[in-house]
């Protein structure tokens, strides 16, 4: 479980980065790399999403567990 933690939070950081360089420099790198409305740019946008859910999940349980 820890090694889909790890891939998570590392697909998340991804998404993060992504939105950092569209907030400032207005430069998407998912489709500059896989191109617009392309299998792979919709497949890499849902990874992210699916390790945030994931991610949310961690955070809760990580909370209960010191509660």
């Not at 820890?2 to 998407?28: R, S, Y």
């Not at 890499?44 to 949310?56: D, F, K, P, Q």
């Amino acid at each position: 479980m820890e090694t889909l933690q790890k891939c998570c939070l590392v697909l998340t950081i991804i998404g993060a980065i992504n939105w950092l360089l569209i907030g400032t420099m207005d430069f998407n790198l998912v489709t500059t790399l896989f191109g617009i409305d392309s299998f792979l740019t919709r497949l890499v946008y849902i990874l992210v999403g699916i390790a945030g859910l994931i991610n949310i999940g961690i955070l809760f349980n990580h909370i209960e567990a010191h509660a």
